[in-house]
């Protein structure tokens, strides 16, 4: 009784007076208090015809994990209603036109007077919420109307999974709620079976398959055509970068002699390409063209590019399929913001650097830990590491490789979760 009651009389009050405050500074947290109950009164959503499936994410990496379980359920069981909420506005925004999800939603902020009012209006059957997003009241409450509830892609909350004493106790409490847990890995599995909490079972993570589907995509389907850069060119690709990022690229290119120079090319892809961004990353560079100038050019002219420049990615949407023509792959993020996904760029097989902070993602930690991810702390380190994917260092290669088998090794996995679901819930369909 005391952790709910911590819980509803200081957490929650504390969560809605930050709300208050973000509300007059922040358009997108403005617009999603504004909007969740709108949502929910919509007209077709009163009327339940059908077995309804209520999914959780958080943002759009969490969404992109639950896609190919959704698309499997909806290629064998079309009538089953899914709802995917949301709590990041972005995430929503980027998503609301999914076409696979029923009802996009807002999770609202978890009083148990919303949650009330979400559920009523929601009428879920069975609920499952994707890697973390661990609201106490909304889960209680679940457990109280009896729904069942799963959590797939569940990995050990925390940063590098050092977590105090009394957040141990919390989720304890909480992750004892769910019916099954699925984690993406053994290491993921023991957290929670020494906690402990049951019904836990070691898997991947389901997003998984669309990353080996997206990369056998932009393999057929390259963006740039890398045959237009000189024979024995490596071209590096600096996937959602920052500027501790890109500075700390440049200073090492510029730090090698001119021959290696000229055989190594930077593609950038910033986190923000914004035309102050763009701007200003220009100015470090000796030549450098934007992606849209490559694209709007004759092939005569891109090659010309392509042998004297790097580029830059003024758009966004492109990185997956930039990968495909990388050698190297630095992934940005690691310098503060936290590291982009390595898990992307891990299933073509390719080397791959990060910055010395990369503990907010289980990827980068496992793959750092089978040396299939190198962490990076100053110019010197990347130097040496360009020079050894531009002399194919063995050691090197083959430690890509080992990142690219964790990613084949799930192929699959989405397609169980939904067919255990499916199972789950047969009697009910009938």
Known sequence: MILPFIYN??????????????????????SRQTQWKQLLDQKELKNKSSFRLWIHVSSMGEFEQIKPVIEQIKT??????????????SGFETQKNYKNADYKLYLPIDSKRNIRYFLDKVQPDFAIFVRYELWLNTLSELNIRNIPLW???A????KNGKIPTILNFYYKRVFNLFNNIFTTSEEHTK???????????TGFDTRYDRILQKVDQARTEPIINKGYYPDGTVVIVLGSSWEPDESLAIEAWNNLDNKLQQKIKFIFVPHEPTISHILSLQSKLDSAFTLS???????????LILKESHLIVDSIGHLLKLYAIADGAYIGGAFGAGIHSVAEPAGYGIPLACGKDYYNSTDAIHFERISA??????????????????????????????AAVVIKNGKGYAKYIAHLFL????????
């Open 9 to 30: 009389i200081i957490f929650i009050p504390l969560i809605n007076i930050l709300g208050f405050f973000l509300r007059l500074f922040n358009k997108k947290y403005n």
């Open 76 to 89: 064998e069981k079309p009538e089953i209603c899914i709802l995917v909420s949301f709590f990041s506005p």
């Open 151 to 153: 959590l797939i892609c």
């Open 155 to 158: 990995t050990i909350p925390g």
């Open 191 to 201: 957290y929670f079976k020494a906690l402990p909490v049951l019904h836990v079972e």
């Open 293 to 303: 100038q490559y694209l709007a050019s004759e092939a005569s002219i891109q090659k």
């Open 373 to 402: 991810l190198r962490a990076i702390s100053n110019d010197n380190e990347f130097k040496q590491w360009m020079i050894d994917v531009l002399e194919n260092d063995p050691e090197t290669i083959d430690n890509a490789k080992l």
């Open 423 to 430: 199972q789950e819930i047969s009697k009910n369909l009938v």
